[in-house]
């Protein structure tokens, strides 16, 4: 495995492999982390004990967030890009083809069971939405779940919201997919719902405190590879809209990431666009993603 970072000052790249490895400078080892090629401040650095490596915990504590992120000695560093181990799952299901629409239940808090079937109803009759889900601060619960099956068609996912709940009673409940805030609950629990049998939405909410760190920060490619690879389906990439912090470089290269071809032939995740996308918009965020197949547009307020 192997990792570039934009790093300043570039010397202290020898630094960052000891820590990140076998934590003393004078010990040699097989699986001592290494510089490998230093090109002005982006430094390329090998991670061997990491080859093969398919927890989550242990690829954020030694390449993505470790202890590298608390030094105060020194200017700053951003993890560029990553070749990933070949033995990381990838999404169960894959990519939807050509462009779906989902939308996501609001209010976000406060709808009772019975409401948000009905809203979930109204949006798969008027939006053309083959997904629903609900927004990252509702927590879904089994009678919920039986609810808005009720009110959708057969062929219409909820994506019900597990983060901090009982997965599994939601999927005894009916649920057709399980969307989880990975980067509250922890990268791990991705691939703990993929086992469960369902497609699996991630929600990037907490991923801008790695990727806006200011002097310590994480790609959004970075990020969005490592969601997919550990089994995400949908994964979120963040959108055009004024609203948004990323820039429209940003938003292609996370679908990229999500589409693109990775060590160990997993399989495509749909790029979800979203954050201020509506049906009035939808065509031209198209145009500007320059995509048409793999991807969703959620519309959330605008659909309202």
């Known amino acids: 495995m192997r990792a570039v970072y934009d790093l300043r000052p570039p010397e202290w790249a020898e630094t960052l492999a000891v820590l990140q490895s076998v934590s003393l400078a004078d010990v040699r080892s097989e699986v001592r982390a290494c510089v490998v090629h230093v090109d002005g401040t982006r430094v390329t650095i090998d991670f061997p004990s990491l080859d093969g490596e398919t927890s989550a915990e242990q690829l954020l504590a030694a390449c993505v967030a470790g202890e590298w992120a608390d030094r105060g000695d020194f200017q700053s560093c951003r993890l560029l890009s990553v070749e990933w181990p070949d033995a990381l799952p990838g999404p169960a299901f894959g990519a939807v083809p050509g462009v779906q629409v989902g939308a996501i239940l ?33 927590r879904s619960s089994p009678s919920r779940v039986r609810a808005v099956n009720a009110a959708i068609p057969d062929d219409v996912v909820y994506a019900a919201n597990a983060t ?53 920060s994480v790609s959004a490619r970075v990020l969005a590879e490592l969601t997919r690879l550990l089994g995400a389906d949908y994964v979120q990439v963040g959108s055009f809209s004024e609203r948004m912090f990323d820039t429209d470089d940003e938003v292609r290269e996370q679908i990229a990431a999500c589409h693109d071809e990775l060590g160990g032939g997993v399989a495509r995740a749909t790029a979800v666009i979203g954050g201020g996308v509506g049906p009035a918009d939808a065509e031209e965020t198209l145009e500007r993603a320059a995509v048409h197949d793999g991807v969703m547009l959620l519309y959330g307020s605008a659909a309202y």
């Not at 609001?106 to 409401?115: R, T």
């Not at 649920?175 to 703990?192: D, H, K, Q, Y």
């Not at 719902?193 to 939405?201: D, H, N, Q, S, T």
């Open 164 to 216: 901090g709940g009982d997965a599994s009673a939601l999927v005894e409940a009916g649920a057709r997919a399980l969307m989880i805030n990975a980067f509250v609950a922890g990268l791990g629990s991705i691939t703990a719902l993929r086992g469960l049998g369902l497609p699996v939405f991630v929600h990037r909410v907490g991923s801008s405190f790695l990727r806006r760190g200011g002097p310590v």
């Open 106 to 138: 609001k209010p976000a808090l406060g709808l009772s069971d019975e409401e948000a079937a009905r809203v979930a109803g109204r949006l798969v009759e008027e939006s053309g939405a083959r997904l629903v889900k609900d927004d990252e601060l509702q």
